[in-house]
T-cell receptor, first 113, second 112 residues
Framework: GDSVTQMEGPVTLSEEAFLTINCTYT??????LFWYVQYPGEGLQLLLK?????DKGSNKGFEATYRKETTSFHLEKGSVQVSDSAVYFC????????????FGAGTRLFVKA | DADVTQTPRNRITKTGKRIMLECSQT?????MYWYRQDPGLGLQLIYY???????NKGEISDGYSVSRQAQAKFSLSLESAIPNQTALYFC???????????FGPGTRLTVL
């Protein structure tokens, strides 16, 4: 079945460092791809999405590009802030069958001042 | 006010007890979901409902049941709680296209 694999955390960075969180997927069709963020004590919220190959999703300085050839959707930010500390989940939405959303295991990010 | 609310936010119970977790939404969405979150495992889908008369099992439905009382309400029950059901439980909604899911704040359940 469809699945999402993302890099294990925690990832610890200093403020203003460059962030990459890797995400790869396995899917039988052509899914839509998402990054969700979970701040401490809260539910997940959508950060960005891309619905087809080569699309770039962006929000709040974060970016991710849908790469069909490498089945990847890596999350990047040029300069992280302490307020970016959270857990980040990569996800895919099936575009056939049950149209379910499948989540990766999450990557915890700590940003130090 | 939050679009998706969950009650209770925290619950401690004993093995064998029946527990109900409640979810309400004001987004007007037909689709609702219950997930379980365990450290290192991400989110696992327990049950989902595409409308009031539709209930579907997810990946880990054993030991759980649900009730869709209205478009806005979707409850999760543990008929006889066991310690390995200790986890963080999230309710979510989406529109009919399912593009984006909107999550509640979660219920932290501890089964002793």
């Amino acid at each position: 079945g469809d699945s999402v694999t993302q890099m294990e955390g925690p990832v610890t960075l200093s403020e203003e460092a460059f962030l990459t969180i890797n995400c790869t997927y396995t899917a039988t069709g052509y899914p839509s791809l998402f990054w969700y963020v979970q701040y401490p004590g809260e539910g997940l919220q959508l950060l960005l999405k891309a619905t087809k190959a080569d699309d770039k999703g962006s929000n709040k300085g974060f970016e991710a590009t849908y790469r069909k050839e490498t089945t990847s959707f890596h999350l990047e930010k040029g300069s992280v802030q302490v307020s970016d500390s959270a857990v980040y989940f990569c996800a895919l939405r099936e575009n056939t069958g049950g149209f379910k959303t499948i989540f990766g295991a999450g990557t915890r990010l700590f940003v130090k001042a | 006010d939050a679009d998706v609310t969950q009650t209770p936010r925290n619950r401690i119970t004993k093995t064998g007890k029946r527990i109900m977790l409640e979810c309400s939404q004001t987004k007007g969405h037909d689709r609702m979901y219950w997930y379980r979150q365990d450290p290192g495992l991400g989110l696992q889908l327990i049950y989902y409902s595409f409308d009031v008369k539709d209930i579907n099992k997810g990946e880990i439905s054993d030991g759980y049941s649900v009730s869709r009382q209205a478009q806005a309400k979707f409850s999760l029950s543990l008929e006889s709680a066991i310690p390995n059901q200790t986890a963080l439980y999230f309710c979510a909604t989406s529109d009919n296209a399912g593009w984006t899911q909107y999550f509640g704040p979660g219920t932290r359940l501890t089964v002793l």
